[in-house]
């Protein structure tokens, strides 16, 4: 049975359970809602949960476990000589699911009885074809262990799935008959139906909490690899960064850092001074009519993707920096890619950031402090200078820092206004790179993924994890002391 | 009626200072004050009562354009300090707001140290040439606020740290640092206890003797005790205004009895 029927039957009993709890309930209770503990919608949904919730964790644990170890099982059964010379355990494997899938797929349209399919009399030369024919192009023709792997790997699918819709299905009615049992007068549904919904909230929260392990994860052991390749010494105090995936690459991060480091600079220099600003007057100066307009506008210009302001820095700002500072006007520019460039470009991305963070964070400050310094007779801007924005100042800081972090993860417009080049220069006309556009390169090159050349990305990919975790939780840190002054 | 009433009949016949003529205050639609006559002599101490709701903080807020920081708020009719309309066009409300100063109904130090706090006005308005005269004039300041003993030791300590009786008490001391020409006080004592009620009671006394000083309170005998005129404000009309022996002892109107003596509000 699909898995789409499955659900909608588990949930139709949970329907079901809903209305027959409630109205037990209502019945127990002598239709009296007041002999009973709890409102009976929680009857109701006391039943439904218990039909729902384990029904459904088991279905997702199945449907996640069966096939690694339909897998396990399959590639443990492949003869000796099916993984040829030039091939892996996995391309083997990935082309007994393809077969499989093919296998299902004529079933389904009818070109394929299902005992052919899984009889091992089927004709070899005409199968390429007959699977081609309903949408699954194979790269060669079916050898017959492969095709032996594909049957087995079909039946222990189906075997597999059999079993789930029927220990789903028991699972659902089970939790029905045992939620019907337990509903009368006096059971405490209400108390029941909490604890069920924290366990949901709870459930939510460890599957992001779970994936942002993995990930991390899965960084932390490439990056291990990656060290056991290439000195960690040479990584983090190289001066030089020039891979070349014939092998003796040179792959220090200094340059790549300090490119990070000089482009995210100049985009703050960019950014705070017009989006605090910016902020300010918005915040303090503007009348309802102009912030109406004007917030909203600014709200625009943080929602263009990266990519076109890449596009902006390539076409616009990189030739009118070129203007100015190339061999025609000042001559310390030679290109139009350069880290000004992106620089500059990626400061008017970070505008709106920045000055709708400060927004919020002026807003906060009470406007009892505000009555307080104009009641002394201040004027505005000594009041903004002396009051708000001390008061405000560590979520400030604190907007900064996120924008920093952005500007350091920021990649599309690096790869186009930039350029391409690694290199320890202080002078902001040069081209330089950054760590984001390097792991771009490094994975979307031919390299072999076991190579150090492309295994330094996940080391890149982690040094920088690392940075921004770090401003983050500083950022965090200044934004929530802050928040303490006021509540 | 009530003995406390100011015996003291030493009321100099003294100049208006603020004269306020047909004041009406909306916000938005609501219309807050109708009406609004009244003349606040200077060297007077002048209360406003009446029940809560009644517009008396608005009516305050009025007198020295604090209401303009309010979007929603709208002021007519003609207010005069010294003769000048405030609300004239060529009138900086800053400086106004510099020779008419403010202690708010509810409590608001700066998020700075209680010295920072007391020397914020001085510092903006150029009063001290050097430190040893601002240290001056924040002393003063807090002992005529009753609250230096309390915090002479833990002058760089925030103010926010202060309780809530402190607090009030501090921005009193912040008001006074500032040295306006009249003070508007909008219920000063509402969180002090007696003790420190009397020591403000007698700054305001103090005051007097060269500003004029404008008080919102709910206490009727706070009223008798420090003011010599009071007005009655009811339902955003002023009721009844003058000596406030006379409106204690012989109101006019009968709204004004029923409120001191606690039938209405
Ligand atoms: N910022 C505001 N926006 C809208 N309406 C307001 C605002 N401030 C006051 N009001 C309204 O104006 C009227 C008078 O309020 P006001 O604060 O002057 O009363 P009050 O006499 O000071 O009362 P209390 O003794 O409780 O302080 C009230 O009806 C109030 O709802
Ligand atoms: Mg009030």
């Known amino acids: 049975m699909p898995v789409f029927w499955l659900a909608l039957i588990v949930l139709a009993l949970a329907a079901i359970g809903y209305v027959t709890g409630r109205a037990r309930a209502l019945s127990s209770g002598g239709g009296n809602i007041r002999n009973l503990h709890s409102l009976p919608a929680y009857y109701g949904w006391h039943v439904a949960l218990m039909v729902l919730v384990p029904a459904f964790a088991i279905m997702v644990v199945w449907l996640l476990v069966q096939p690694v170890m339909v897998n396990g099982s399959v590639s443990g059964g492949l003869p000796e000589g099916a993984v040829a010379e030039d091939t892996t355990l996995d391309l083997v494997m990935s082309d007994v699911r393809r077969v499989a899938e093919g296998l299902d797929a004529a079933v389904a349209s009818g070109g394929m009885t299902p005992e052919e399919a899984q009889s091992s009399t089927i004709d070899l030369d005409g199968l390429r ?29 189906a075997t597999g799935r059999f079993w789930m819709t029927l220990v789903v299905l028991l699972a659902a009615i089970g939790g029905f008959v045992f939620a019907m049992r337990r509903t009368r007068a006096d059971f405490r549904a209400r108390n029941v139906v909490e604890s069920g919904i924290r366990a949901l909230l709870l459930g939510a929260a460890s599957i992001a909490i779970l994936t942002t392990i993995g990930i991390v994860l899965s960084l932390v052991f490439n990056t291990i690899e990656f060290f056991r390749l290439y000195p960690a010494a040479d990584f983090f105090f190289g001066l030089t960064w020039s891979p070349s995936f014939g092998g003796g690459s040179e792959l220090g991060i200094l340059p790549l850092l300090w490119g990070t480091f000089y482009i995210s600079l100049i985009a703050l220099a960019v950014a705070v001074p017009i989006g605090l600003f910016a902020a300010i007057y918005l915040s303090e100066y503007a009348g309802p009519k102009v912030r109406a307009v004007a917030k909203p506008l600014l709200e625009v210009l943080a929602g263009i993707p990266t990519i076109v302001y890449g596009l902006f820095a390539l076409l616009t700002v990189g030739p009118l920096l070129l203007g100015i500072f190339g061999d025609e006007g000042l001559g310390w520019m030679q290109a139009g890619t350069a880290v000004m460039t992106a620089g500059v470009v990626m400061g008017i991305m970070l505008i709106p950031f920045v000055s709708s963070l400060s927004d919020d964070i002026i807003n906060a400050v009470p406007q009892a402090m505000r009555d307080g310094s104009y009641g002394l007779g201040a004027t505005r801007s000594e009041t903004i200078r002396q009051v708000v924005l001390p008061a405000a100042l560590p979520g400030i800081v604190g907007a900064i820092l996120l924008a920093a972090s952005r500007a350091i993860g920021e990649t599309m417009i690096v ?54 975790l770090g401003l983050n939780v500083l950022a965090l840190y200044i934004v929530r002391k802050y928040r303490e002054q006021y509540e | 009626m009530y003995d406390a009433v100011n015996t003291e009949q030493s009321v100099q016949q003294t100049e208006t200072k603020i004269s306020a003529r047909n004041v009406q205050v909306y916000y938005g639609d609501t219309h807050a004050i109708k009406d609004v006559d009244v003349d606040i002599a200077d060297k007077t101490v002048t209360a406003f009562i009446g029940p809560s709701g009644c517009g008396k903080s608005t009516f305050l807020r009025c007198l020295n354009r604090m209401n303009d920081t309010i979007d929603i708020c709208r002021v007519e009719g003609r207010i005069e300090l010294d003769g000048e309309d405030i609300y004239d066009p060529k009138v900086d409300p800053v400086q106004l707001r510099a020779k008419v100063g403010m202690v708010f109904q509810k409590p608001n130090p700066f998020p700075k140290s209680i010295y920072d706090n007391i020397a914020y006005g001085p510092r903006i308005h150029g009063m001290a040439r050097n430190k040893a005269e601002l240290d001056e004039i924040v ?127």
């Open chain 1, 129 to 157: 074809d007959r699977l081609g024919a309903v949408g699954v192009a194979l790269g060669s023709e079916v050898s017959p262990e492969i095709l032996n792997a594909a049957q087995s790997y079909r039946g222990l699918t």
């Open chain 1, 415 to 468: 790869v186009l206004g930039a350029g391409a080049a690694a290199r320890l220069s202080l002078n902001p006309f040069d081209a330089m790179t950054t760590v984001t556009a390097k792991i771009v390169s490094q994975l979307t090159g031919d390299a072999d993924f076991a190579s150090p050349e492309a295994l330094v990305a996940f080391a890149l990919g982690m040094t920088l994890f690392i940075v921004t």
């Open chain 2, 139 to 265: 002393e003063r300041a807090l002992r005529r606020g009753a609250i230096w003993d309390e915090v002479k030791d833990r002058l760089d300590a925030p103010g926010t740290g202060l309780s809530g009786g402190q607090q009030q008490r501090l921005c009193i001391a912040r008001a006074v640092a500032t040295e306006p020409e009249v003070l508007l006080m909008d219920e000063p004592c509402s969180a002090l206890d007696p003790i420190a009620t009397a020591q403000v009671e007698e700054l305001i006394d103090e005051l007097r003797q060269n500003y004029s000083v404008v008080i919102v309170t709910h206490s009727m005998q706070q009223a008798a005790r420090v003011s010599q005129k009071t007005a009655f404000f009811h339902l955003g009309n002023l009721v009844e205004f003058g000596d406030t022996s006379q409106i204690f002892t012989n109101p006019e109107d009968p709204r004004t009895e029923s409120y001191i003596t606690g039938r209405i509000g």
